[in-house]
T-cell receptor
Framework: DTAVSQTPKYLVTQMGNDKSIKCEQN?????MYWYKQDSKKFLKIMFS???????INETVPNRFSPKSPDKAHLNLHINSLELGDSAVYFC?????????????FGPGTRLTVL | DAKTTQPPSMDCAEGRAANLPCNHS???????VYWYRQIHSQGPQYIIH???NNETNEMASLIITEDRKSSTLILPHATLRDTAVYYC????????????FGAGTILRVKS
């Protein structure tokens, strides 16, 4: 059973297009995240939602708009794609029960903008 | 910015213990030490975390110095599948906080 799933796994598109990446978690967690990992392999947080409410919004261009229809889903919509948006995008959900605060990551979506 | 310092890479022989150091000299009293790893082309995977005491689970052991300024992740019997980037992260368990990943340590397990 997949805990955190993302679709699509690969996305190749032209500059200027609009695209969406979907994320779903079946772990019952309240908090979900989007991370971006660029070509230099640095992993940086972009957004976080808790119970459909935005709680973290890093310095991300407003072309990126997260949407959380319910607490099990956090989708990422990107408008007017640019070459620099090419990266691997990871979704994660957070379990903060007990003494821990563990994040579970999805398999990633590799976005290539041509 | 990451608040930890790790060596960029390490090698380990298969079957031997892999000891990955991490320096976090500015850690605050309410910050935990977390370790994640990222195997090539996969999402990061939680390994272990601790506050003051040493911790052990089915994957690894975490040794935290008494002054909490450094720690060591130990993989007791490294296998080829443990080849990955290992991230040491300090993280306060407070609502709204975020994981800040540094460059990590590339661990290469060799046969």
């Amino acid at each position: 059973d997949t805990a955190v799933s993302q679709t699509p796994k690969y996305l190749v598109t032209q500059m200027g297009n609009d695209k969406s990446i979907k994320c779903e978690q079946n772990l019952g967690h309240d908090t979900m995240y989007w991370y971006k990992q660029d070509s230099k392999k640095f992993l940086k947080i972009m957004f976080s939602y808790n119970n459909k409410e935005l709680i973290i919004n890093e310095t991300v261009p407003n072309r990126f708009s997260p949407k959380s229809p319910d607490k099990a889903h956090l989708n990422l919509h990107i408008n007017s794609l640019e070459l620099g948006d090419s990266a691997v995008y990871f979704c994660a959900s957070r379990d903060h029960r007990g003494s821990g605060d563990t994040q579970y990551f999805g398999p990633g979506t590799r976005l290539t903008v041509l | 910015d990451a608040k930890t310092t790790q060596p960029p890479s390490m090698d380990c022989a298969e079957g031997r213990a892999a000891n990955l150091p991490c320096n976090h000299s500015t850690i605050s009293g309410n910050e935990y030490v977390y370790w994640y790893r990222q195997i090539h082309s996969q999402g990061p995977q939680y390994i272990i975390h601790g506050l003051k005491n040493n911790e052990t689970n089915e994957m690894a052991s975490l040794i935290i110095t008494e002054d909490r300024k450094s720690s060591t992740l130990i993989l007791p019997h490294a296998t080829l599948r443990d080849t990955a980037v290992y991230y040491c992260i300090v993280f306060p368990l407070e609502y709204g906080n975020k994981l800040v990943f540094g460059a990590g340590t590339i661990l290469r397990v060799k046969s």
